[in-house]
T-cell receptor, first 114, second 118 residues
Framework: AQSVTQLGSHVSVSEGALVLLRCNYSSSVPPYLFWYVQYPNQGLQLLLKYTSAATLVKGINGFEAEFKKSETSFHLTKPSAHMSDAAEYFCAVMGDTGRRALTFGSGTRLQVQP | GAVVSQHPSWVICKSGTSVKIECRSLDFQATTMFWYRQFPKQSLMLMATSNEGSKATYEQGVEKDKFLINHASLTLSTLTVTSAHPEDSSFYIC??????????????FGAGSRLTVL
């Protein structure tokens, strides 16, 4: 079964600092990978997705992620954190067969300090 | 873009009553809808997959008689929590896949419904 592991349940950065949220996947075949953001008491918003077209994926709000097969990683980065980036971030994987549902990681809460 | 409306966003009910949550795709037809459950400070866990016109497929450990899912049309799926108990209190989120892009891998999520059972 496909799965993702998010390292670090909480990450705190200063405003303007680099954001790095880690995600490693476990899949026997090339996966579809996603990053979602969730604000308190809200649903999920898609930040970006990897579908094998390009290893470096650019998303919304200045976020990007790089697919590294050798490291089975799909880390999320943003060069300069903004206060509004404070939220919960989920990495997710989708299989290419069957029901093709999303399987989520445990989430990382990003805090941005002024 | 694709929009999924989920209603109600908040609901409080007494123990033993049933609660229905609706998930509607507003500008597209959804062949498949997924229902997730999220406990406080935890991740989303898939409960069931519903396909229009057929019975839902439930994940292991999810009671199908307690969480009734109906996907009667291409734009509406409902989740009914029957005989709710305090342990059913949670955040329920639906997501949908566009029929026109059934080969696509993007799901649109509703805003979620927070259920509190007293």
């Amino acid at each position: 079964a496909q799965s993702v592991t998010q390292l670090g349940s909480h990450v705190s950065v200063s405003e303007g600092a680099l954001v790095l949220l880690r995600c490693n996947y476990s899949s026997s075949v090339p996966p579809y990978l996603f990053w979602y953001v969730q604000y308190p008491n809200q649903g999920l918003q898609l930040l970006l997705k990897y579908t094998s077209a390009a290893t470096l994926v650019k998303g919304i709000n200045g976020f990007e992620a790089e697919f590294k097969k050798s490291e089975t990683s799909f880390h999320l980065t943003k060069p300069s954190a903004h206060m509004s980036d404070a939220a919960e971030y989920f990495c997710a994987v989708m299989g290419d067969t069957g029901r093709r549902a999303l399987t989520f990681g445990s989430g990382t809460r990003l805090q941005v300090q002024p | 873009g694709a929009v999924v409306s989920q209603h109600p966003s908040w609901v409080i009910c007494k123990s033993g009553t049933s609660v229905k949550i609706e998930c509607r795709s507003l500008d597209f037809q959804a062949t498949t809808m997924f229902w997730y459950r999220q406990f406080p400070k935890q991740s989303l866990m898939l409960m069931a997959t519903s396909n229009e016109g057929s019975k839902a497929t439930y994940e292991q450990g999810v009671e199908k008689d307690k969480f009734l899912i109906n996907h009667a049309s291409l734009t509406l799926s409902t989740l009914t929590v029957t005989s709710a108990h305090p342990e059913d209190s949670s955040f329920y989120i639906c997501s949908a896949r566009d029929r026109k892009s059934s080969g696509a891998n993007v799901l649109t999520f509703g805003a979620g419904s927070r259920l509190t059972v007293l």
